[in-house]
């Protein structure tokens, strides 16, 4: 596998666990009949939690692979 396809990869993945974490809030608060701006409210709390999830995921996975960008790395 090489560098792009790999990036490419991780790229797809971030975005996955952004979207399902943004859309969660929003599709819970349906439950209970929310206005268009509690709606908009779930939707940007749930994009920044979804940006500090991936975030932190990110650099969690740096800590265990020791950097993504080692020279000299085995492929």
């Known amino acids: ?36 701006l509690e709606l908009l409210a779930a939707l940007g709390g749930g994009l920044l939690l979804g940006l500090l999830f991936v975030w932190y995921l990110g650099r969690l996975a740096g800590e265990f692979t020791g950097g993504s960008r080692r020279p000299g790395r085995r492929r």
């Open 1 to 36: 596998m090489s560098d792009a396809e790999r990036d490419a990869g991780n790229r797809k993945i971030k975005l996955g666990f952004l979207l399902l974490v943004a859309v969660s809030p929003p599709l819970i608060a349906l439950q209970w009949n929310p206005t268009p």
